[in-house]
């Protein structure tokens, strides 16, 4: 049993089948782990040598949106929506009428107001003819005053000699006083009158001019009850109705000008290094996607982040100071013809891209809007109100309302002698 256990028995030699299995298992883990190692170090080499060559020259964020103006239309008058002609998302141009107010209590106003312009250049056309009235009048007294001077002088020759009496001497005397008097209060009435017309005339005299202002303020009134578009664009938070009794300053609604809108960055404040004015951008919105891709250019970087004009910003030295990374806006001014060919809307979400190659220009620019600021005509010089107050005036002025007032020497000074007598 021995020698057929010994035969049964196989003879010891090399290890085959699985027993030689994990020397090739191994080899193939070093080599993946080698190739991960490389390429984790040509992907690094790969990003590094982008890095130096092109993409420390950019700057980008998702943290941008569209914005622009919105011209809020407020009424400067009260009154009573009595038409509309305007809604939201219509496009309005520049001038066109968007509600109406009731006019009739400013054109009552304005009815009244040109009755008190009428009545002031009649009252001041009185005053002109009161002064030369006044003027004849002291040419009458003077006159009296000389032939009661003359009277005197032969009466005071012929007491001597008996002819007269010392009474009528002495009535001859009181008629000097009493002409002399009266001469001189002639002339403090033509003082006071001239004193409120001298160097004017009907049409620049103040009470004619304050009535002709209110005739202006009227008018302005009455323009103000009709409300149009102070520039072109799309309506937006209207929230007046017909029937609607509004108040002096109460906002209507608003005219946002979709034509001239632009972008904000909020970039982080270790990004703004570089940027600079002029540099160009690459904008691509949430709207439109990788479809469209609007060009511009840097214009400016805010005075200050966004936390330092917060409604309420924080105070760093309060004691619980955590240092947070801030964000400045960044304006980036669109190409006109890309906003027109797609426009946008105040608000969209946008990524901007600032290529920072030319780090040159200046921090700050002055032409930061494709069109100027919106502007609107002031309502305050109407040609057709003026010609309404030069008619008014030229009705009830009569043929003299632009002659200046003047007093005569002779009737400033008066009669020398006369005076000289008196005393």
Not at 249 to 276: I, S
Not at 283 to 299: C, E, K, M
Request: no cysteine; glycine share 8%; aromatic share 4%.
């Amino acid at each position: 049993m021995n020698t057929q256990d010994s035969k049964d028995t196989p003879a010891p030699g090399p290890a085959s089948g699985p027993a030689s299995a994990p020397a090739p298992a191994g080899r193939t883990r070093r080599l993946g782990l080698v190739s991960l190692g490389a390429a984790v170090l040509l992907s690094g080499l790969a990003y590094t040598a982008h890095w130096f060559l092109q993409g420390r020259y950019f700057e980008s964020t998702d943290d941008a949106y569209v914005n622009g103006d919105v011209v809020q239309v407020t009424s400067e008058v009260a009154g009573t929506v009595v038409s509309l002609s305007a809604d939201d998302t219509q496009l309005v141009n520049a001038g066109q009428t968007l509600l109406t107010l009731d006019p009739a209590d400013a054109e009552i106003a304005e009815a009244n107001a040109e009755a008190d312009l009428a009545r002031a250049v009649r009252q001041v056309r009185g005053l002109f003819a009161q002064g030369q009235e006044l003027r004849a009048q002291i040419e009458q007294r003077e006159q009296a005053a000389r032939t009661a001077d003359e009277d005197l002088t032969r009466r005071g020759g012929l007491i001597a000699d008996g002819a007269i009496s010392a009474e009528e001497l002495s009535h001859a005397r009181d008629a000097v006083t009493t002409t002399r008097a009266n001469v001189s209060a002639a002339r403090q009435q033509l003082s006071q009158t001239v004193a409120q017309i001298d160097g004017t005339t009907i049409a620049d005299h103040p009470q004619v001019l304050a009535a002709a202002a209110a005739v202006r303020n009227a008018a302005l009134a009455l323009h103000r009850t009709e409300l149009v578009s102070p520039v072109s664009g799309v309506i937006a938070k209207r929230s007046v109705q017909v029937g609607q009794r509004v108040a002096a300053g109460m906002p209507l609604l608003a005219v946002v000008p979709l034509d001239n809108v632009w972008v904000d960055g909020n970039f982080k404040e270790g990004q703004l290094a570089r940027m600079r004015a002029g540099q160009p951008v690459t904008v691509r919105t949430d709207l439109y996607g990788r479809q469209i891709t609007y060009h511009g250019h840097l214009v400016g970087i805010a005075a200050g982040s966004g936390n330092a004009f917060a409604l309420l910003p924080s105070q760093n030295a309060s004691g619980n100071w955590i240092k947070i990374v801030q964000r400045v806006p960044v304006r980036i001014l669109l190409d006109a013809k890309e906003l027109t060919a797609n426009p946008l809307r105040v608000g969209l979400s946008a990524t901007v891209r600032v290529d920072l190659h030319d780090d040159s220009g200046p921090l700050m620019s002055t032409a930061v809007r494709n069109v100027p600021l919106p502007t609107q005509a002031s309502a305050g010089d109407n040609p057709a109100v003026t010609e309404r107050i030069a008619a008014i005036i030229a009705e009830n002025g009569g043929p003299k309302a632009h002659e200046p007032a003047k007093l005569s020497r002779k009737s400033r000074g008066g009669s020398a002698a006369v005076l000289a007598q008196g005393k």
